[in-house]
């Protein structure tokens, strides 16, 4: 636990004065990392050229957002005494530019509560928030940006006009990437997008699922919503995301092949539920027609989309593929969207930040977390965490995990 | 009707060597034409652009089907003697290279049924065909050509194993692309692909609705799973497709705006159901404000893909486009694919034809068709026929009808 006298650590110099351009391609991670990159190699390089898109895509959103004034809960500050927490105040690689430092604890506007957070787990969104891909062009945020997005704590304080929650609950939540995230010892957040935790289970373990869950959700659910007896295929099934949605998959009937490049991760992906394991490393589809799938009905690329055009060759007639990340032009012009149109094949987009973003039925996010919920509870998703850390003053080497591309599940820390 | 004794015409010498490629850009027409085109101008180019990358795509399936050996309907013909046929020689301007010839009436092999054809309707893929795009790079049919592909007849005989349909059955059908078409007075189809016809419809009223009922129920039902009490906006909602994309979503609960630029055609998607009309002519997002929708939830495009960037920017967060042209390079570059992401859209295809074509399920066509049946014999599907021809040996007048961008609801013409 990290108490109230923790001595502030700084992992890193931040008065340099490094053009965003210039940190982005420097970045060595990858999203939902799994083991998709141990070994580099020429996959290396599609993160450093997607990051530019996704960096004027967020550019986009922040100024939408702005425009329709979604930021309505201004949390007040300053009221309620300090706490610690991870904030960059200079945009650049994550594990030197994050720092822990004392800054006001947040209260709760009206419809949010305040969480006193117990456990948090690391996402690739941290290391590209701390790199300035939600403020193109900036060196450093206005105010200090606190990085973030998965949370397992305790209810300190409802907000006015809040009846679903009160002191005491134990609540999760991946939260609103326009807001300060998590790694605090405090957030406040909107109330629609948080629920009970599981039970069954501890904060850490908790903490692992959020953002992932609902991203798995949204794309098998509500937006390929997949049919039973179908078959789907999971590219990087070992990483954060792509342990969820083989678990969930599973439960909602389909086949599941997933792929996997190291032993550890081959069987990681095999206690997740996957009936069949092929490598990345290699092409796809001979592998495919081996294990007796030579097209699929459902794809989720939990990875960048470098290889969209082969992917969607692995696709059935009336097959869809879910993608997580942005699709640049780049990875467009691999696609043959002439194919595409005869074999009447859909493409759909995840992003579970959206709802919040966009005001586009938020509540639902909360909805979201409380199906999760009762799924651990009744014993048919389990947590993806496999690497804890034991206080939030070890972020620095839990980021630099996450960035390795070695990552198998979830990262998780004690706050 | 047309009798065994009437007299050939032929509309056109085809002796002309006109290459492909010089024929294509000559075509004056529009898809699903109604009235988007009426006054000619930008949008005309349109077509002319999408046209060689259409054709590159039914080449490649042509190319797989053969492959597959999807072919196994042989037909025999010559052993029932002879009929008249609409068929193509020479690829080339429809008006020029259609005529009427006699050919040998086809026999039903195993799995068909040989049709008499009672009526017959027009639609884009009649000229394309006729210009050869299913053949690019031939000047010529290998064996003469028959197009047509929507028709309502009567079962002649039932080739073997075919146990669902017998002698008498009024029948209906789209028919399959890769095979002859129905622009004849007899047609062989796999008994998969068909359905009874609607007892409360004529034979020329019902062969109106096959191919684009197919095309709009794969969109909203299959593809695109439309939710009651949501919108959508249908481009060209007075054309062939429009407006049986207007009927059915009205019947599936939605909400429809639907787009026309003259007095008869707004009318005319008036009496087909559309809550609200706007003008394709002008910018569209201002005009779905206007009538109190700034977004939609679904998306139909019965037209070309030219506005694609435009339409998609109309969708609401989790919304859903179906297109049924294949989206060429030049029209994928003009949508900001980032914020589909963030906004979490979805872009599904639409090709009726590719169920038959890749073997994918054909019997749910037969499905189809008869669950459109039951809509028109309860009243809830109307007739699209708007113009018709009392002979096929007008199938000239009609084509050029069909080709001139302004044609309203579906052409058909009594056999």
Redesign the interface.
């Known amino acids: 636990m990290l108490g109230a006298r923790v001595t502030t650590q700084r992992f890193a110099q931040t008065s340099r004065s490094t053009p965003l351009k210039a940190l982005l391609p420097a970045l060595p991670g990858h999203a939902h990392c799994g083991d998709y990159t141990s070994g580099g190699g020429s996959l290396h390089s599609a993160f450093r050229k997607a990051s530019p898109?996704?960096a004027?895509?967020?550019h986009?959103?922040t100024r939408a957002t702005r425009l329709r004034g979604v930021r309505r809960f201004a949390t007040a500050e300053g009221n309620s005494g300090g706490m610690k927490a991870v904030t960059v105040s200079k945009y650049g690689d994550a594990t030197q530019v994050m720092e822990i430092t004392d800054v006001e604890k947040p209260a709760p506007a009206a419809g949010q509560v305040l969480v006193k957070n117990m456990a948090i787990a690391t996402n690739p969104i941290d290391y590209k928030a701390a790199a300035g891909v939600l403020a193109p062009g900036a060196e450093a945020p206005d105010k200090r940006l606190i990085v973030g997005w998965d949370c397992a704590g305790v209810v300190e304080k409802a907000g006015e006009g809040v009846t679903d929650f009160q002191a005491g609950d134990n609540v999760w939540f991946a939260g609103d990437i326009t807001k300060d995230g998590c790694f605090a010892e405090y957030t406040a957040i909107d109330a629609r997008l948080i629920s009970k935790k599981p039970e069954s289970m501890s904060f850490e373990d908790a903490a692992a699922l959020p953002l992932t869950f609902q991203t798995a959700w949204?794309g098998l659910v509500?937006?390929m919503?997949v049919q039973k007896g179908k078959t789907i295929f999971v590219l990087n099934g070992a990483g954060g995301l792509g342990s969820i949605v083989i678990q969930l998959a599973k439960h909602l009937g389909l086949t599941v092949i997933a792929s996997a490049s190291r032993e550890e991760t081959v069987s990681w992906c095999k206690k997740m539920g996957a009936d069949h394991i092929i490598n990345h490393r290699n092409e796809l589809k001979s592998q495919l027609a081996e294990v007796g799938y030579p097209t699929v009905d459902y794809l989720f690329n939990a990875h960048e989309n470098d290889r969209l055009g082969e992917l969607i060759q692995l696709l059935?007639?009336?097959g869809k593929i879910a993608?997580t990340?942005?699709?640049?032009?780049e990875h467009?012009?691999t696609v043959d969207?002439?194919?595409?149109?005869?074999?009447?094949?859909?493409?759909?987009?995840?992003?579970m930040?959206?709802?919040a973003?966009?005001d586009?039925n938020p509540e639902m996010v909360g909805g979201v977390m409380a199906s999760c919920a009762k799924l651990v509870d009744s014993g048919i998703i389990k947590s993806t965490a496999t690497t804890k850390f034991k206080s939030l003053t070890e972020i620095k080497e839990a980021i630099k995990v996450q960035m390795s591309g070695k990552a198998m599940g979830k990262i998780v820390l004690t706050v």
């Open positions: 898109a996704l004027l895509g967020l986009a959103w949204e509500e937006q919503n059935s007639v009336d993608i990340f942005n699709a640049s032009r467009l012009e969207f002439q194919t595409m149109w005869m074999k009447r094949q859909s493409l759909v987009h995840t992003f930040f959206g709802r973003m966009f586009a």
